[in-house]
């Protein structure tokens, strides 16, 4: 037999070890959003609990793995070689669409992903056969098209289901217990455990044995005899002693819930997606054993077709013990799955904040019926019924700085492990990712964590996020069908550049993940001190007033030299620092002012204004680089002498200057900060003088047209630097004087400055 199918094998093992870091990496989010989202212990032990969930549940997922054998595809119609190609296919589409959408921090659906691929692949594969070969049959008689259909449908149904059952579910809970459930708790809360551990241990622990390799069918036989008399045992045990627990011991008996639904959540998951991770790789490691016994009696491995591939599987327990240990480690230690994790918890937290996403028109417009939908609700609602819905759901301060509350993570967790390990028992491989997205956004909304400002953004991204999973759907059927194509012509050297192309691809991402993720921490950090707030400021005025001379350095020179590669560098240190200041405007100020609840006025003032001048600096930036590198790039006229010598003016009047402010920032003696005023004055006067040569080189047609505007707008754009820059450099000196005056930590010159002043 040829060797290229042994290393086929081992590019599929070493796909399935890849597709299960980036699988977990992408569906960590599903069990571990309600236990991040509500604070419920320390992240060590809510990872220990999901893995010792995922350990167990891997060990429950052997009757899965025909979905990857024969669920939209008849084995039977393709031969070994084929089939291997096909499973090749799969592989490679499943690796790069995984990582792709861990990059951007978007779940996805591993389930919809593989059942997609392995439609695309089998397509693929199947056409080329037809084209190559004279067999008389249609593409219809290789494709599984009602198995495919109903898996398909499954996973699309279940999420309406999950959004309607995660809404009413949490709309009744709080009902009941509303936002300060303590005294309600106290006597409801037993039952309640009871009740929902009772749930969590029927779908997770007994459904989940069905097709588990660690039971017989006679222990199942006697389970499905005695359900209802083992249920009643299992209700009044949990409740009994969640009773106990909570009364004597005086525990906190949600925290088990929550624990206890990750745990269970995690080994539905294992249970239901280990197939997407290492099916693939099993029916084709099972593929290869067939045909080298085959080889070795002699016959044709060519012609050989893998009907074998339907019959009934039971997974080496190795194998799943092995992938269990990888999904575990990946847990831990995946960076990318902690961004999947905060776009959920993102969307489903309590109250305002930094936004992800921004609004739309299907958005506002959703929002705007809503309101007028409620509006018309509540003027036929009768005024104590009102008063009663109003007291149950005003909301109250989460501990430890919670996105949600115990309640609604229990909820969640609950009702997705119900409906996953539903689906698992069915044979149904529901998209788990879907389920407790939907469940969590339905019980978001029942909970009215979507408020009037932030609910137009929240939307938003819950269809951004569903879209993405639709554009799954069409991206992995697409990939794998040309993918499949390409190795089905290509052979051993396609094999080897898609291989490569898989390297590079996820060296990229890796790239792209880092830098994304490092602008999102940026971010987040909001000055917690009045020390760090002017820390802050200090760095930030000190790379305004660096990076301006540098930019304009880069485009005078860029304008010299005509040279193109240095004006786009510079438009892209200026597109950053906008960004940089822009998101400091929106994302920072408000939240940094509410958080420090600083007594003076006058700092807070200045601080307002440093950061709006700051911002205005950088898009006259943005301004000019543009403008300068759209001129390069079309290759219009150099500009003259005369104009460059014109500009080089005003950055020396600049440079001067910032070099003055910053040694007296250095020193803390600002005496001579008439010199900044004076630089303003002077580049003032100097716009004029300079609009007016460039109009008498155009009169005397020494200047082009596109030259002549864009010398003008480079003016004018300087001059908006120059006054924002004066601006700056006034409200810092004010800023720093304000703070030595007021601030709790003075240091000891300006403490003895005080106590002179005072004597």
Known sequence: MDSIYLIIVIILLGLATLDLIVGVSNDAVNFLNSSIGSRVAPLWVIFTVASIGVLVGVLFSSGMMEVARSGVFYPEKFTFPAIMILFLAVMLTDVILLDLFNTFGLPTSTTVSLVFELLGAAVAVALFTLWTTETGEQLGDFINSGKALAIISGIFISIAIAFIVGSIIMYFSRLIFSFNYGKTFRFLGAIWSGLALTAITYFAIFKGLKGSVLVTAETLAYLETNMATTLLYTFVGWTVLMALLQHIFRVKILKIIVLAGTAALAMAFAGNDLVNFIGVFMAGFDSFKIASEVAASGGNINTLYMGDLAQPVVANIGWLLGAGIIMVL??????????????????????????????????????????????????????????????????????????????????????????????????????????????????????????????????????????????????????????????????????????????????????????????????????????????????????????????????????????????????????????????????????????????????????????????????????????????????????????????????????????????????????????????????????????????????????????????????????????????????????????????????????????????
């Open 330 to 759: 990946a847990l831990w230690f995946s960076k990318k799955s902690r961004s999947v994790t905060d776009t959920e918890v993102n969307l489903a937290r309590k109250g305002e904040g930094i936004e992800r996403f921004s609004s739309s028109p299907l958005s506002r417009s959703i929002v705007r019926s809503s309101l007028n939908f409620s509006k018309t609700i509540d003027q036929v609602t009768p005024a104590p019924v009102k008063r009663f819905l109003e007291n149950r759901f005003e909301p109250i301060a989460l501990e430890n700085s919670a996105s949600f509350d115990l309640i609604r993570a229990s909820v969640n967790l609950t009702i997705a492990a119900l409906l996953i390990s539903l689906g698992t028992s069915l044979k149904l491989p529901l998209s788990t990712t879907y389920v407790t997205f939907m469940v969590a956004m339905g019980s978001s909304l029942a909970d009215r964590a979507w408020g009037r400002e932030s609910a137009v953004y929240r939307i938003n991204g819950v269809l951004t996020v569903v879209a993405g999973w639709l554009l799954t759907a069409l991206i992995a059927f697409s990939a794998s069908l040309i993918i499949g194509l390409f190795l089905a012509w290509g052979g051993k050297i396609a094999i080897a550049v898609m291989v490569l192309l898989v390297g590079f691809l996820l060296y990229k991402s890796g790239r792209m993940h880092t830098k994304r993720k490092s602008k999102e921490e940026q971010l987040q950090k909001v000055p917690s001190s009045e020390v760090q707030l002017v820390t802050s400021c200090n760095e930030d005025v000190r790379l305004v007033l660096e990076k301006t001379l540098s930019i304009y350095k880069s485009v005078l020179d860029g304008l010299r030299d005509e040279d193109r590669k240095t004006v786009k560098k510079a438009m892209t240190e200026a597109y950053d620092l906008y960004d940089k200041f822009g998101d400091k405007r929106t994302y920072e100020v408000v939240p940094t002012i509410e958080k420090m609840q600083m007594n003076a006025l006058d700092l807070e003032q200045e601080y307002v204004q440093l950061v709006d001048y700051s911002y205005e600096i950088t898009k006259s930036l943005k301004a000019i680089t543009e403008s300068t590198f759209r001129y390069i790039d079309n290759n219009h006229t150099a500009f003259t002498k005369e104009q460059l010598d014109d500009l080089r003016t005003i950055f020396k009047i600049l440079t001067e200057a910032f070099d003055s402010y910053n040694q007296m920032d250095r020193e803390g003696n600002y005496s001579q900060f008439s010199k900044v005023t004076a630089m303003r004055d002077i580049i003032f006067e100097l716009y004029s003088k300079l609009n007016k040569r460039q109009i008498k080189r155009v009169k005397a047609n020494e200047s082009t047209t596109r030259s002549s505007i864009l010398f003008l707008n480079l003016v004018n754009e300087s001059k908006i630097i120059t006054l924002q820059s004066s601006n700056l450099m006034k409200s810092h000196r004010n800023f720093k004087e304000n703070y030595a005056s007021t601030g709790p930590e003075l240091n000891a010159k300006a403490l003895l400055k005080k106590i002179t002043l005072n004597l």
